[in-house]
T-cell receptor, first 113, second 115 residues
Framework: GESVGLHLPTLSVQEGDNSIINCAYS??????FIWYKQESGKGPQFIID???NMDKRQGQRVTVLLNKTVKHLSLQIAATQPGDSAVYFC????????????WGLGTSLAVNP | EPEVTQTPSHQVTQMGQEVILRCVPI?????FYWYRQILGQKVEFLVS????????KSEIFDDQFSVERPDGSNFTLKIRSTKLEDSAMYFC?????????????FGEGSRLTVL
């Protein structure tokens, strides 16, 4: 049947804790992955990216892990802050379609003070 | 900090009417994109544009849609005859390099409501 609206997975964490947001992808040919953050009423904001020749990449307070064997991507946020509350999307692209991002459903992160 | 700007922020239109959504990408960027997000659903790719032509488009981007870069700064999305299911948030994005070599910068979106 047709989905009228999808219920987002939600992750609720305490301020200061670490957050882990997971994403599964299905296209074995995907070789570039990005995490975006979308705050309410705003456009997606780039967080971090990773190419398929890497399995880990670190940014400021964020780490992306890529497991190509099981087609799994995760975003780790250290010392989560209230300002981290948002919907987080993973997106993928492949060398053959490298200007077209395929987006995941999104995970809503709620940070409790 | 340079940013992608979109107008209007919200447009309400009657079914069958033409709509033009406008975007001003970041000035030194070469690649331009439109995405849309129906409320509560995934972000969906519509079209990418480079060197004054469409480089990729999705199944959603049918004959009712067109894009144009009429001058050196604007990038527009036109929907010729809007349908109820076109109601969504439309995001413009730009990048300096092609995908995989640089990040996309998104505007804040234009919400289209078709009645």
């Amino acid at each position: 049947g047709e989905s009228v609206g999808l219920h987002l997975p939600t992750l609720s964490v305490q301020e200061g804790d670490n957050s882990i947001i997971n994403c599964a992808y299905s296209n074995s040919a995907s070789d570039y992955f990005i995490w975006y953050k979308q705050e309410s009423g705003k456009g997606p904001q780039f967080i971090i990216d990773i190419r398929s020749n890497m399995d880990k990449r670190q940014g400021q307070r964020v780490t992306v892990l890529l497991n190509k064997t099981v087609k799994h991507l995760s975003l780790q946020i250290a010392a989560t802050q209230p300002g981290d509350s948002a919907v987080y999307f993973c997106a993928e692209s492949s060398a053959g379609n490298n200007r077209k991002l395929i987006w995941g459903l999104g995970t809503s992160l709620a940070v409790n003070p | 900090e340079p940013e992608v700007t979109q107008t209007p922020s919200h447009q309400v239109t009657q079914m069958g009417q033409e709509v033009i959504l406008r975007c001003v990408p970041i000035s030194n960027h070469l690649y331009f994109y439109w995405y849309r997000q129906i409320l509560g659903q995934k972000v969906e790719f519509l079209v990418s544009f480079y060197n004054n032509e469409i480089s990729e488009k999705s199944e959603i981007f049918d004959d009712q849609f067109s894009v144009e870069r009429p001058d050196g700064s604007n990038f527009t999305l036109k929907i010729r005859s809007t349908k109820l299911e076109d109601s969504a948030m439309y995001f413009c994005a730009s990048s300096q390099l092609g995908m995989g070599a640089g990040e996309l910068f998104f505007g804040e979106g234009s919400r289209l409501t078709v009645l």
